[in-house]
DNA sequence: TCGTACAGTGTACGACGTACGGTGTACGAG
DNA sequence: CTCGTACACCGTACGTCGTACACTGTACGA
């Protein structure tokens, strides 16, 4: 008991779940989650397929894992700021560490039983809201609204075929104008023009979005 | 040629690529995403699984095929009302038709190219807002925070373990409570004892969301 | 010295997507 | 009436997947 204790807490040699699920991030940040098989993760740890199943019981709940471990890289909303500014940091931490993990917004449909760092999210974000003066309902409605908007706004992120604002260019410019007829779709050529012009950033995007929904909220508080 | 042309004719006989990829949308919608395989689908229509390969190049264009028909299910908006009673219709077709093909909403991160009926639902979406008065880039803004939010919905609804209000209140109370220590999340734990009390219902919490939305938009229009 | 426990593995099975090389049948040309 | 061609369709086979199961080796208390 002792001895597996000594094992887990030498990081270098011997496997862990920690461990485990670590390099399957990694490895699914890299290829894909397509690219995430038991036999390829088993080899970037150095170790047989099978051994794996010493720490996880089967590949979903290996994923189950992942997802959480992302959750736990999400910012929770400070205590110290107002219930803005503090939905805003953990809003856009949330987007970043989606972005930063395409897998995981596709992962979350197929997921049905929250993680440990899930319900530790969920519970300081609706603390949050409760201690800025919304009932139990609003609360319930803007934690709807507001994960809504985060889930979907990186679920469409993630369906983008480029990731830099040049990359954008070049395939606008490129591929989606040419093979979109003016007269069959003219709002969308002007719609892309104009992105085209003005340059295109998914960060302020996101952030017009938030900052509209929060606004919209501030009124619904009842302010003691 | 002719020939081919009278075999799709007849809807009965004979494959045709509409109907693999509707039989496909009904096993994904009967099984899961995962329970769709090209020799199930072949099955299913009473065929060899490599006779697919005649209508589909890969499995890859049949899942772009199937969310393409999808897109086709939803609701245009509607040009002869205001553009928020358009844009509340078009929004609650799009989740009723995401909350009856769960699968679709996961498949969408992973499929980067918008197929033809997507395509003409945005052009119709944005040429609603651009005649409601909102400039190219308000209306790319409406759009993206609009799709986000729908499509967030529908992630979060399809991630629930339950489909029925009834289900809701047992998963709570039978599970999820019990779960929840009161010390660590007392927060959660007065929401769920709330929805429990006050009944649980998506398309409500949906429409909340929403006219929120729409509402926030409204003074943004450069009201001609 | 042995027994036990447990981390790690090798092999095998039934699925998967799909490349490749067939069939059969329908039909225009001779 | 025959035959070549075209094309819808399929059987087989390959490499991969998740994982059940039985096995190794080694560390350690008795």
Redesign the pocket.
């Known amino acids: ?4 204790e ?2 887990q807490a030498a990081s270098d ?4 779940k920690q461990r485990v699920v670590v390099e399957a991030i990694r490895l699914a940040d890299r290829e894909g989650v397509d ?8 080899g970037e ?18 994923l189950d894992a992942m997802i959480d471990i992302v959750f736990e890289e999400i910012e929770l909303p400070p205590e110290e700021t107002g219930w803005q500014s503090a939905m805003r940091r953990r809003a856009v931490s949330a987007r970043q560490v989606l972005a930063s993990h395409p897998w995981a917004i596709g992962l979350m449909e197929s997921r049905t039983s929250p993680g440990p760092a899930n319900l530790r999210h969920r519970e300081a974000v609706t603390a949050c809201l409760r201690r800025a003066g919304f009932t139990v309902l609003m609360a319930t409605h803007a934690n709807w609204l507001l994960d809504s908007y985060v889930y979907g706004f990186a679920l469409q992120e993630a369906s983008l075929p480029f990731d830099t604002a040049d990359e954008f260019t070049n395939m606008t410019e490129d591929v989606f104008l040419p093979q979109l007829s003016p007269d069959e779709f003219p709002y969308l050529n002007e719609s892309a023009a104009a992105l085209v012009a003005a340059g295109y950033d998914p960060a302020e995007e996101f952030i017009f979005g938030l900052d509209l929904i929060l606004a919209a909220l501030e009124p619904l508080r009842a302010s003691a």
Chains 1, 2 share one sequence.
């Open positions: 008991m002792s001895a597996r000594q094992r040699a011997g496997l862990s690219g995430l098989s038991m036999r390829r993760l088993a740890l150095g170790a047989g397929a099978m051994s794996l199943y010493h720490y996880v019981a089967n590949k979903e709940e290996l």
